[in-house]
């Protein structure tokens, strides 16, 4: 088995290659960056952790480094920065194959090459399980998205088709393998932060959050902020092709996975009426009410009640896997 020292050498390897902007990378004490003295910084951290956020029976170590970078990357895409790099701090526990940890480190310079969030240094230490913490550096020019700022009369948007991940989550946890779940499967393995979208929506939404631990619980979170409320109709909600029917097979209410699934990492924002986003992965679900932290689940059938009481998404310290 390899020592740290090794390991360390086999991640400067890999990860070594710097664009301009990096005046030092990996292999000393700290990091030297040079980006542009208009711009104001945003940080980000975010953990992974095994048997907490996934079981390592559900994913390649390839796929595990691939999405705690995403998801550290996500709280950076929803305030419409740009990511410039990052920190790896990595606990790996006692046993863990070479080839693994060779294959776990690949997973995350993908995805910091897919977003130019350049992993410039990081930490690595033993461990009783496996994770991540990545630290993400972006900049901005101008103002940056927030929470609050949304206000009545404005509608609602998200950028991808909500609860795939949630019910790929559900087919792993059921044992369920058939091929109509692949594309669920992927959404949850492989997410991509909108990084984007949120760039594009600068100068036009009045608030974003990401939407990391379900619909409902950061609807709740951008209403508190902005002190206003919200009315969602539900089957406006986008989704993949299959998903209800799937839902069904696995005993799910597909309302319900949509509602409360996370992990999503796609984009909630909201903005004026005649606002329309630029790009074209952008679905309207609802408005902007006055009735400060307040949400109102409009369906089909007439049917209305109050969405936030009972039927939030994930909080950590609960018990379950998230």
Sequence with gaps: MSDEFERIARLRKRLGSQPPQIDLGIGDDAAL??????????????????????????LSPQDI?????????SDIAAM?????????????????????????IEGC??????????IVGGNLSAGDSLSLTTSVLGDIEGEALRREGAKAGERIWVSAPLGSA????????????????????AAWRRPHAAIAQG??????????????????????????????????????LPSLPGARELALRLGLSW?????????EY?????????????FAEAYCIGWIREHAGSCRLRYDDGHVEEGFVGRGGHRHFDSGLR
């Design 33 to 58: 960056l040079s980006f542009d003295p208009q711009a104001r910084g945003v940080w980000s951290i975010d953990t992974s952790v095994e048997g907490v956020h996934f079981e390592r029976a559900w």
């Design 255 to 263: 309302s319900e996975v949509q509602l409360r699934g996370g992990e």
């Design 109 to 118: 310079a993908q995805a910091a090459e897919v977003s130019q969030s350049w």
């Design 199 to 236: 760039r594009a929506l600068l100068g036009q939404a009045s608030a974003a959050i990401d939407l990391s631990d379900g619909l409902l619980q950061d609807l709740q979170h951008l209403c508190l902020a902005s002190g206003v409320g919200a009315e969602i109709e539900v089957e406006r």
């Design 266 to 278: 796609a984009l909630l924002w909201t903005s004026p009426k005649e606002v329309v986003p630029e």
């Design 166 to 185: 949630a019910l790929g989550l559900a087919c792993l946890q059921k044992e369920f393998r058939a091929p109509e779940a692949e594309a669920f499967l």
């Design 80 to 104: 419409g920065a740009r990511p410039r790099a990052s920190l790896l701090s990595l606990i790996v526990p006692q046993g863990f194959a070479e080839d693994d940890f060779d294959a776990l």
């Design 65 to 73: 480094g691939f999405r705690a970078h995403m998801a550290a990357l």
